[in-house]
């Protein structure tokens, strides 16, 4: 099954499968959003009772504008940049799951109000290569003698556990469009401009009494051209062995580590499943 990179991007991909069926790129797609692991936030411990700033002698109260569920929460969504190699499941540890080094990352938030408190105040205790990715996303806002002092554990886990996990989001596949031009007979200039006019993407261009394509690989087979030529002079095809595979990621992982994995766990589980189905008398 050949594959074409059509675009890469730190964040986002778009793949091109050929000789492929919709099911195989579908099981493609479903892995990469339920079974593909990061880094996430799963458990925090807040500080209760008054908060003394050491520095100025103020008492402030540990508590915020937001029940602590809903910033535990929050914390948990923020992503985490997540190296397969080093992490791994608590279950799968050699530790047993009792915490280590190669199954947990914890983080500290200190802040005292008025302020508001982002994501680059949740700093991690240890290594600051794993600080969070998106540093000013906005977690909650303190008021005056507000604070929040909290520790978090970060653990490996998987979008079929909690969505907070998920690395692949926007995940969508579509077959190979095929942009077929004839000119009918009774069909204008004026109607082929206004066809060319229609697309959103702006992949047809009128020239010289001709209709062309620029990059049909662009096209998203949204049906605007077919509609406004009423000649019907050109349609859309779609071919059952190629297809677009695109999506993005939160940044805890490359696309191209999301899908290295998303093939290596489909191939486990076809093997499992060979093995299961060998060992049936």
């Not at 229609?198 to 261009?205: R, T």
């Not at 009128?206 to 009423?230: H, M, P």
């Amino acid at each position: 099954m050949p594959v074409t990179i059509q675009e890469l991007k730190p964040r986002s991909t778009i793949l091109e499968f050929e000789g492929s069926t919709a099911s195989q790129v579908n099981a493609i797609r479903r892995t990469l959003l339920a079974d593909v692991p990061k880094l996430a936030i799963e458990d925090v411990e807040f500080h209760l009772g008054p908060i003394r700033d050491e520095a100025t002698g103020k008492d402030y109260d540990s508590s915020t504008s937001m029940f602590d569920e809903a910033v535990a929460l929050r914390l948990g969504l923020l992503p985490i940049p997540t190296d397969l190699g080093q992490f791994r499941k608590k279950s799968e540890c050699t530790c047993g799951g009792t915490g280590c080094p190669h199954c947990q990352v914890l983080y500290s938030v200190d802040r005292k109000g008025p302020c508001t408190v982002y994501a680059k105040d949740v700093v991690p205790l240890g290594d600051a290569s794993l600080a969070v990715l998106e540093p000013d996303v906005p977690i909650v806002r303190l008021g005056a003698r507000q604070a929040l002092l909290a520790y978090a554990t970060a653990i490996v886990g998987t979008a079929r556990d909690h969505a907070k996990w998920q690395v692949a989001h926007a995940v969508g596949m579509y077959p190979h469009p095929h942009v077929r031009i004839s000119r009918k007979e009774g069909c204008s200039d004026a109607c082929l401009k206004r066809t060319a006019a229609s697309c959103p993407v702006n992949i047809l261009e009128f020239s010289n009494g001709k209709l062309s394509v620029t990059d049909e690989t662009k096209c998203i087979d949204c049906g605007a051209c077919e509609a406004t030529d009423e000649h019907g002079s050109i349609r859309i095809e779609k071919d059952d062995a190629r297809f677009f595979l695109r999506f993005e990621t939160d940044g805890s992982l490359t696309p191209r580590e999301a899908l290295r994995y998303s093939l290596k766990e489909l191939k486990r589980r076809f093997e499992d499943l060979r093995e299961t189905l060998q060992s049936i008398p």
